[in-house]
Every structure is written in C-alpha cells, then in structure tokens.
C-alpha cells in the first residue's frame, strides 16, 4: 500500500454508482496494513469465515443545476481497518464537489478517524481514503461492517449543460501519485491480506432543471405578552416545501427564539432550494 498517502488532518471530512464514459473515475479506500498484530479472542467472529463482501455506489436523482447526494456503502463479515475505492463519473455532466465519512466509520473509530475524498476534474474521478487507526500501537480494533452501512456521502454538482437522463458513476482502481495503482479494496487486520469485495456500480439520473421557488410557510403576525422586563423569547414556525428538494434551507432575521424586548418587531423569513430558487414572507411580533 505504498502509494497510499494519509490524510494530512486527522478529522478531515471530505463523501453511486454509475456507468460512465472512460473519462471520470472516484476512488474510496480505508487502509490499515499496520505492523502489529491484534491478538483476537477466542471466539472471535473476525476469526471465522466471513461471507461476501461489498463495497457500492448508490443510485441517486438530481437536477441539472442542482446538487446531488450519493451514498457508497458497504458489508463484509471480516474485521477490517479500513477501504479505498475509486469512482469515476462523466465530467460533462458531473462536477464532484466534497465527502465525508458515514456515521458508523466516525462512531467506531472516533478520533482515531482519518478520511479524505479527493476528486479529479481532469480525469474525472473521485478518490476515497478512511483509516480506522494509523496509531503505534493500534488503539481502535478492527470492526466487522454490517449490512448496508453507509462509509461515506459525495456530493456532486449537476453542470448546467448536463444532459437529461442516466449517467453512470463507475468503480475503477486508479493511480494517486505513486506508480503503485491503489485496488478497491477492504485493508484487514494486520498481517491479513485484503479483501477485495464485490463492486456495484450506480447511477445519477438528470432531470429538468427547477425553475420553481420553495413554498415558504411562514406565522400571521403574533401577539406576544411581554412577560419580563428584559423581554420575551419567541418561536415561531416557519418552513417550507418544494418540488424537487425535500429539505429547503429556510433562514429568518432575526431567527426563531430571539428574545424580544417590549414593542413591534419585523421578522423576514427565506427558503431556498438545492437548485438555488427562492422565496420569502416577513411578519412582526
């Protein structure tokens, strides 16, 4: 694994498959081929056989102009220290913009967590690096990964030009640096060799662009009894549906639970979606 650099930040945060034009490629890997050895219990499930393993992209829908999420997952009944996968996308249509560790990587391994995920525009490709612990000695053991754990979310851009329908996000194995190629792979305990898993491929579908504003819901003016003499605290409901992203960011000046002093306040309220339209309403307090 030496073509395999660390991440340079201990807690850097950086996260489908597709088919995909030879163009672009994303790369995954959580490596730890440490010179220790972790002595295992008896009955250790890590010392049976462990079945299947795998490492996918998901499938995901986005919007030309818009943001796309996409999980990569995983499952293996051996205990490993980490992953490395590549993944490739059409640079025509997708622009990967960052990634970070899934949830069950940041539990087990804490602050022992390294993880980075790199793209290349020029080629078009994303690489991911996460390892469980690159400590003397090993502090954080190895984890057997269950059944559809997501390992890391990426986050690409749908380029205003893209066209409509599926293109492909592809595991590919590429070169980083080094004249070492980095496999797609599960790096296991130490002294074990890797594991290489099943490798799904997934796929981004481009729709239409959205055009259309969040509907933003915001209170009729209220009426608060003024309840202190340094004022009062206020909450008040506001939110927001839209037709292409299920999670608007709604923002209001000043923001819910502001403490009001006694007299007429403006609140004005904002919603925005993933597509960058947006609305807005204001009421007092």
Not at 34 to 62: E, I, K, Q, R
Not at 115 to 144: H, K
Not at 241 to 269: I, K, M, Q, S, W
């Amino acid at each position: 694994q030496s073509g395999v650099r660390p991440a340079q930040n201990r807690k850097e945060k950086t996260v489908l498959p597709m088919k995909f034009s030879r163009p672009m490629i994303v790369a995954i890997s959580l490596l730890g081929l440490l010179p220790y050895a972790v002595p295992g219990s008896a009955g250790d499930p890590c010392d049976n056989p462990c079945g299947d393993a795998y490492l996918s992209v998901g499938d995901a829908t986005g919007r030309v102009g818009g943001e796309v999420v996409v999980e990569v997952t995983g499952s293996t009944g051996c205990c490993i220290r980490g992953f490395s996968l590549g993944i490739g996308h059409d640079t025509s249509k997708l622009r990967f913009v960052s990634g970070e560790a899934g949830p069950f990587l940041v539990d087990h391994a804490g602050d022992d967590l390294q993880f980075f995920a790199r793209g290349n525009e020029d080629e078009g490709y994303v690489s991911i690096y996460a390892f469980l612990d690159i400590s003397f000695p090993i502090t954080v053991p190895s984890t057997a990964v269950p059944a559809n754990t997501v390992l890391a979310v990426l986050r690409y851009e749908v380029l205003p030009g893209a066209a409509l329908g599926e293109t492909a996000l592809v595991n590919s194995s590429r070169t980083f640096g080094s004249p070492n190629p980095v496999s797609n792979v599960y790096s296991r305990r130490p002294g074990e060799p890797p594991l290489d898993p099943a490798l799904p491929d997934g796929a981004v579908t481009i729709l239409e662009r959205d055009t259309l504003a969040p509907e933003l819901h915001c209170p009729v003016n209220l009426a608060i009894e003024c309840a202190d003499p340094i004022g009062t605290v206020v909450n008040y409901p506001v939110s927001a549906t839209d037709n292409g992203d299920p999670a608007p960011v709604v923002e209001c000046v000043p923001p819910t639970g502001t403490r009001f002093a006694l007299g007429v306040h403006t609140v004005r309220c904002t919603a925005t979606d993933d597509s960058g339209n947006s609305s807005e309403c204001e009421f007092t307090v």
